[in-house]
């Protein structure tokens, strides 16, 4: 039994998706969100400046809140850098690339998977590893899609332009002839209407939120890392943003969980 809170971070609200999930299935865990809202998009960047943001933050959730568990509820930090993290640090940490690809070869029946992702997530071949390692006839057609994640921190997931967007980037995925589409960046659920419009709807959209749950209630239970209480956990929220912002627009993507959202000032 281990009563400290569950940490995850992405750079925005994209990990929302995975924190909705969390809450949901381990409502009596704690949880500390970290979103590095004033460093997003990590899509763009360098994987080595990433993995620098990465081993930051996750030594701030280790260090300052005392995490008893990591959660990289970004696609494109832990394709950069979960290896290291896992290496670096003493709790134990869960990616989100594992997850997504379990559950879209689980929820593929023409063996034609698609997954989008940012252009560092999609340049990094670690979904097109992850797919390989598991053996199985599948042909993999991956897209990048910058400008999604923008539209998300915006607050714009509905808009015109992002439907005009969607309809460009899906271009090659749509091509492809996919049965099933991972959302390979944890931004992308909160434009799932948009991107099922373009898709059609004999295609199905998975993302890796709720694999990423499981996994984390496999290796806490393993772990004995249960939190004691049978109440309901706390939820914290932390931004290197603007908090304000934050918790608005963090309250309408997550839900009444974000209250107060605290500062952190990269020094
Ligand atoms: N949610 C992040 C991901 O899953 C978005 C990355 C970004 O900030 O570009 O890749």
Redesign the pocket.
């Known amino acids: 039994m281990d009563d400290r809170p569950i940490g995850m971070f992405?750079?925005?609200f994209?990990?929302l998706t995975v924190a909705r999930a969390l809450i949901d299935l381990l409502p009596g865990e704690d949880l500390v969100y970290f979103g590095d809202s004033s460093r997003?998009?990590?899509?763009?960047r360098p994987l080595e400046e990433v993995r620098e943001f990465a081993r930051q933050v996750t030594a701030e959730l280790v260090d300052r809140h005392g995490v008893k568990l990591v959660v990289v509820?970004?696609?494109?930090?832990?394709a950069a850098a979960l290896e290291l993290l896992q290496f670096s640090f003493d709790v134990p940490l869960v990616g989100?690339i594992n997850p997504g690809v379990r559950a879209a070869l689980s929820a593929t029946s023409n063996h034609r998977v698609g997954v989008i992702?940012?252009v560092?997530?999609i340049a990094s071949g670690a979904y097109q590893r992850a797919v390989h390692s598991h053996r199985k006839p599948v042909q993999l057609t991956c897209a990048a899609c910058p400008g999604f994640?923008e539209f998300v921190e915006r607050g714009e997931a509905d808009s015109d332009q992002v439907h005009v967007l969607a309809e460009r980037l899906l271009d090659p995925v749509r091509r492809a002839g996919v049965d099933t589409l991972l959302l390979?960046?944890?931004?992308y659920p909160f434009l799932a209407r948009t991107i099922g419009d373009v898709m059609g709807r004999e295609v199905v959209l998975v993302s890796s939120a709720e694999e990423t749950a499981f996994e984390v209630r496999n290796l806490l239970e393993e772990t004995g890392l249960v939190r004691r209480s049978a109440s309901k956990g706390t939820r914290r929220f932390v931004s290197s943003g603007d908090v304000g912002w934050f918790a608005d627009v963090g309250r309408r993507l997550l839900g009444a969980e974000v209250v107060d959202v605290e500062a952190h000032r990269w020094g």
Request: glycine share 26%; charged share 5%.
């Open positions: 992405d750079s925005g994209g990990g997003y998009p990590y899509g763009p509820a970004c696609n494109t930090a832990s989100v992702g940012t560092g997530t994640v390979g960046c944890t931004h």
